[in-house]
């Protein structure tokens, strides 16, 4: 038995691949092929776009997939496709780990300063049928058209606003574009198929699957520390540890000295280290993560 995953073809392919790398799964991507190999002969990767990704796994084409939170809901807006079951929020974007917004923008020079100024508008977006809705329940009159790539380039001439994904908006302001308002945040999640879900092996596999890549995101940005101290400083090392919980203490031995293990944040090392040494810590040691289960 094998389980079909679908990998996001595109702008969150390179962040994928890594991510799982983390997690302990090598993805080896052939540019000539759709179908990358992966070093685990129980599933079966195939390269798929973003926004297709629901459509397939809702039709059971895949078992399960990876996909932002936009196209999810913008599948849920379509007619005559299933559901999806989601089975992990994994909060990492092409660019960082944070979240991607799907904003409203304007040109710069526009006199338009809420979705209010916009009625009869014409809109442009790859999120048709999200951004129809949201205008709906906002009571505002538009044309939304679809746009094909080149978004940002699009206003005055060939539309009024449009409705782009950004992480840090620096394209918008780029492209001389001001963001009005925000219509949703996305970030990827591993969806799967209903049927998928209701298989016992399957099931099994991509919850085994959804705790290491989470694992993988806690790690990012983190650094294991240990290091060895004299129980009389060891109050004064643990005032100065932040911790992912509290820091592991244990004997030596020698019982005049104890070993700390801890987390942190790999930003905060290089001024806590120094910090640590002056406080009689010895046989100070940091080191890498892959993954934190919490």
Known sequence: MTLRLGIPKGSLQDATVQLFARAGYNIYVNPRSYFPAIDDPEIECMLIRAQEMARYVADGVLDAGLTGLDWVAEQAEANG???VVPVADLVY???SYGKVRWVLAVPEESAVRSVRDLDGATIATELVNVTRSWFARQGVRVSVEFS????????PMLADAIVEATETGSTLRANRLR???TVIESNTQLIANPAAMDDT?????LENLALLLRAAIEAHGRVGL???VERAALDTILGLLPALRRPTVSPLADERWVAVNTILEEKTARDLIPRLKAAGGQGIVEYPLNK???
Do not use: F, S, Y
């Not at 092996?201 to 596999?205: E, G, H, T, V």
């Open 81 to 83: 496709r299933g559901p």
């Open 93 to 95: 974007a092409k660019q």
């Open 148 to 155: 094909w790539g080149a978004t940002e380039v699009k206003p």
């Open 179 to 181: 963001i009005v308002d």
């Open 201 to 205: 092996w399957k099931r099994a596999r």
């Open 226 to 228: 240990m290091l060895n």
């Open 292 to 294: 934190i289960v919490l």
